[in-house]
């Protein structure tokens, strides 16, 4: 059955979604959708997308962030996936959190397969701390990390630091039987260790913004 026609603001949140999801890879918050369609709060946004749904051009799920699949546009062979977000990370000082080998995440993050392309092992932590600034990254924001077997010097990195039993998300350069960490903030200084302390957990393949 086709979908029922749409006008006003459900015809324009629609259209923000779609282009969303066309420039970004993955769906926009409730709070995207205030800020990009200048809607007056979150719940005029949470009425029109409850109407979006019932009428068949939206499936929303409840348990997850940015819950929003668009069923009106075809695919061309590129759904929604959905990654696990198993924590924080720290760009600043380093922090502990769960091991990411022991992925029990309370939320998942849809995200256009386009978007991770044929990566098999991505993961998903948010930001905490300021130290990557310098690389558009700040605190709430989102990081898209790919297990990997082997990187490159200056490659964005989350280290695991095996010693202090924490994790930190840095640029990392061998030196020898050293490496050292490497914010992007010119105010926060490197942080130095020996190859055998760390043990690194992915790269950073993509960032995913938090709307101020």
Known sequence: MAAKAIFGKQKQIINFIRQYLRDNGYPPSVRDIVNGCNISSTSVVVYNLNKLERAGYIRRRGDIS?????????????????IPIIGEIAAGEPIPVPDSGDIAAAERLPLSEGLIREKDNVYAVRVKGESMVDALIGEGDIVLVDYVDSIEDGDMVAVWLKREQEVTLKKLFREGNNVRL???NSQVKPL????????????????????A
């Open 66 to 82: 940015r819950g929003i699949e668009l069923l009106d546009s075809p695919k061309r062979g590129r759904g929604l996936i959905y």
């Open 182 to 184: 490497e914010s992007a």
């Open 192 to 211: 130095y260790t020996t190859a055998d302390n760390i043990a690194v957990q992915g790269k950073v393949v993509a960032v995913i913004r938090r709307m």
